[in-house]
């Protein structure tokens, strides 16, 4: 069982989020029930849109992706006027953040939930120093400028392909995001935008995965 604390936090956020989505500090939450979750343990696809996986560090992902969409479609979907919508983005190799040079750069990543894009962002995972940094957008939208990895939750793995034999180079970012949403299905659509024109191999070089989706209906009054 969570500790009391832990449990207050969580709906504070939960409540918190809804009175910014929303706009009105007289919104109530009244239901809240997972209607999608999964890990990809036993790579289950049913739903998903151009599902692969890949083994990396003990973990079963979905994907790599580059320059793809991964699409998940939910039906039957409970009363609810919001939906919630968390993810475990692994971003791996040498994404190179907000440069737009046409050759390196931009490297965007988007978020879709039904007809609503709720990010469109840049990852870095380079170094920052003085006098070079290639810094990125998330967690705000393109074009923003923060500090590469800003915002992970988890920097210290190795890269999946070109920089496998290298640590930090794969960061792990959870994503939370509430949609005002009301029908029976939805369709929630991750994709990427990647740019690299200096390499032979551009999957080896960026790619990225998902660890983890969970999606929520939630009924606010």
Known sequence: MLPEN???NFYSFILGSLI???GSCSEELKSSRIVYSHDFIDFTVEGWENAKFIEFQGMNLLGNYNNEEAVLNLDNLPPHNVLEVTVDLMIHDSWDGNPDDGVGGPDIWYFQIGDQEVLRTTFSNTVCESLYCMRQSYPDNYLRQHNPK???IQTNLP??????NENNYTSRYRIKKLVRHNGTSVRIVFGDELV???TPFPKCDESWSLAKVE???LYVK
């Open 6 to 8: 832990s449990i207050k």
């Open 150 to 152: 800003t915002g992970a």
């Open 20 to 22: 910014f989505l929303l």
């Open 196 to 198: 690299q024109n200096n």
């Open 159 to 164: 890269g999946y392909c070109h920089k496998s």
């Open 215 to 217: 999606v929520s209906a």
